[in-house]
């Protein structure tokens, strides 16, 4: 639904000055109302003005302008063998579109499910993460052992897992959308829906509000079961419906199409990224489906909440009992004519709000990502994370431009970076602190601490279990305790300086090949030092241990 929202301000910046000076003109008449009512409409427009330009999600991905490696090969191609696998020509790398040579580790790293294990904030690891590193270039025999320190592979303990993808027959999912959105979001909504039975309803419509072309909905839809979506695409209702009513709608598809044992309603935006629908059916399961239930969280911007009220913020994901459902699919018609609020998700609260005594229950992990420049404090918290919106924006600059290291119209790789989650279901975003000075924040980063500030020896050692304060400052709230944040994301701790206190080595590409999951995480090199790669190799026990019998290798 954010995409419609820079029109809408850009709307509202114009009129709304002309409206309250029109108001002042005709209906106050003394000189202080008059005063009044100018600096009231100033004010609402400078804050209109405020929004940032890049609110709503990018629709493109910009081209990488380096020259295409003419080196590079089909990516996800397979080790030479575990045997050999610390020597060689390195030829695999060339599947990075990177200039080489680089400073280069890699580290396999064995994942065992086990019951006692729980899903901490941070997990410390006295050993360190990745050995000596070594300059390598694909394609050119370095001496033997070829990397110095090829360490022993890691084992890591996570909650145990099933082997199946989780059971999600009892929610069905509804969004709003055009063809070409949902078209370009296949891949990252195949990761996180697919062969789970969660079935998803989706209203869509072609370029600009158009009707959408039936061949191009019966080929996308067609295209979205063979990747293991239960989905349908529907028209919207009424032809006069706008984008707004259109969400709105999804509560009258959503309930007519439930079955007996669906047991919640959810509703999201294109760009809502589930990363792990274990942990969301798990967390669903914690709540009474069968009582008047309306869950959701609140806005991460204290100035959201105080402009909008306690409503669950569609990004995020907002979920409803059938019983309350039923409540607003009979008033469903009634709430549409007489709404009072702007988005879909609003008109949701609102109908809800008229109806029913049913206040929000915010449920922790949901993410609707109203924060905006270097969102790394969130990814690096360590919290389990159930969803995460606005993706399609953001991701940080490899060419590292910008005030900010940010490049705003590129997405986040969220198909990629959750790849791990095939081998450890909730362990994306997990993170691990090895020995005194790394931390793994998994399918996001590696981080370096150079100046000592994990040591618990330290005068003031790092509160970990407080967010790091990455992002730019919220719209400020006059006369509030809250600084900003405080609400959702708790007491955050002052940033650290990249490249001083902490050395970041941000996610660059995932596969999956070898019956496990490969990472790599790059650093860009400064002051014309080369860049640094570390390969990490997941893959579970059991894998593990027939590979290796396979090859010989004890």
Known sequence: MSNYLP????????????????????????????????????????????????????????????????DRVAFGQSYPSRETICQGNFDWLNELDIAFPVKYARRDIVVRSNVKAQRNSITKIEEPLFGELSIVKPGVEINEPGLPQCLEPLFLDVPAFSATPPDGSHILFGAATTLGRLEVSLPFFERWLAHTNARLFVVVTGPGDSAPNPEHMADLESRMHDLGLAVTLVKPLSPKDGFLERYFSLVKILYANREEHTRWLGFIDDDTFVTSMSALVSTLDNHDHTQLRYLGALSEEWWTVILYGLIGMGGAGIFLSVPLAEIVDANHDECKKNSRMGFGDHKIYECIQRYTATPLTSVSG??????????SGVFESGRQILTLHHWKEGYWDEKGEGPDGIRHGRWFPMDQM???????????????????????????????YPRGALKITKKKPLRLEKMEYTWVTPMKVDDSSNKGWDHYLGPLRPPLKLEDEKIPYRFLAGVKVDGGVRQYYRHLGKNGDMDTVIELFWIREEAWKSTAISLGVR
């Open 366 to 375: 949901l993410y609707q990502i109203d924060i905006h420049g270097d969102r």
């Open 418 to 448: 959750s790849l791990v989650t095939d081998v450890c279901d909730r362990c994306y975003l997990q993170r691990w602190q090895f020995g005194n000075d790394t931390i793994l924040s998994n399918g996001y980063s590696i981080s370096i």
């Open 7 to 70: 029109s809408f301000i850009s709307s509202t910046r114009t009129y709304s000055l002309s409206l309250f000076h029109k108001i002042s003109a005709t209906i106050f008449r003394s000189r202080r109302a008059i005063v009044l009512s100018c600096l009231f409409s100033l004010a609402l427009t400078l804050t209109f003005w405020q929004f940032p330009s890049d609110h709503g999600p990018q629709f493109r991905v910009e081209d990488d302008p380096a020259p295409p490696n003419p």
